[in-house]
C-alpha cells in the first residue's frame, strides 16, 4: 500500500483495535456478500496523511480488490479520527459501488481527488494482494513491524487519539451533518449522535450518488 503525498514517508498502522472495530463494521453492513470472501484492513497515519485500505478478497481468487482512501489531516487542529471516519465512509461507498455492480465499476487506478460529505478525499482502486505483499517485503528483508518500531517522530498524538476505544468518534462538524444523513439514512441530529459511538458507515437505507465517486 503507498501513500499518495509524496512526503508520505513515517507511519504507524491503525491500533489493532482499532482496526479490528473498522473490521467489524464492514463485516456486519455487508454480510451478504462475505460467505466466500474475507475483509483485510489495513490503515496508516503519516506525518499529514491517513491511508485507509479495505480489502475484498474472493476465495480462490489471486487478485484482491481494494478500495483505498487517502486524506488530508492536520496535528494542530487534532483531526484524525474525523478524517478517518471520512475514509471508513468513502471506502464504504466504493465497496458498495462495487458488489452491487458485480465488480464492473470505472474507478481510478491511481489516486483521484474527489469531494466527499464536504471534505477533499483521493481514492484509488488496486488489486493487489496483501498477504503476497507480505511474504514479497519478507523476501526482500522488509519486516512491517520492523519498519513502525523504527520510525523517528511518528505522530504519537494522531495515534493516541486513534486508541480510544469507548468514544472514538468525536461529534462530526456541523456543516456534514446534511450530507451524512443522506449517507446513513438517518432522519435527525439526535439519532445520529447516539449512533456515533465508533467507527461506523452508511446503514444502506440511503445510497451515495455513484457520479461522486468518479
Not at 167 to 194: K, Q, T, V
Request: aromatic content about 10%; some cysteine; overall charge negative.
Amino acid at each position: 500500500m503507498n501513500p499518495r503525498l509524496k512526503s508520505s514517508k513515517k507511519w504507524t498502522s491503525f491500533p489493532k483495535e482499532y482496526s479490528n472495530q473498522i473490521q467489524t463494521v464492514f463485516a456486519e453492513n455487508f454480510a451478504q456478500y462475505m460467505d466466500n470472501a474475507e475483509l483485510i484492513i489495513e490503515g496508516r497515519i503519516y506525518q499529514e496523511e491517513i491511508v485507509l485500505r479495505v480489502g475484498y478478497h474472493e476465495k480462490d481468487r489471486l487478485a484482491q480488490a481494494n478500495f483505498e482512501v487517502s486524506m488530508n489531516y492536520s496535528q494542530e487542529e487534532q483531526d484524525a479520527v474525523k478524517r478517518i471516519h471520512n475514509c471508513i465512509d468513502a471506502a464504504a461507498s466504493m465497496m458498495m459501488e462495487y458488489l452491487e455492480n458485480d465488480g464492473e465499476v470505472d474507478f481510478p487506478y491511481t489516486w483521484k481527488e474527489v469531494p466527499f460529505q464536504g471534505k477533499k478525499i483521493y481514492l484509488q482502486f488496486t488489486t493487489e494482494n496483501s498477504s503476497l505483499e507480505a511474504e514479497a517485503n519478507k523476501l526482500l528483508g522488509i519486516e512491517e513491524d520492523t519498519i513502525l518500531h523504527d520510525e523517528e517522530e511518528i505522530d504519537e498524538d494522531a495515534l493516541s487519539r486513534a486508541e480510544q476505544s469507548e468514544e472514538l468518534s468525536p461529534p462530526r462538524d456541523d456543516e456534514n451533518y446534511e450530507d451524512e444523513a443522506e449517507i446513513s439514512g438517518y432522519e435527525d441530529d439526535e439519532e445520529i449522535a447516539e449512533e456515533d459511538k465508533g467507527p461506523r458507515m452508511f446503514s444502506g437505507k440511503g445510497k451515495k450518488k455513484k457520479d461522486d465517486l468518479h
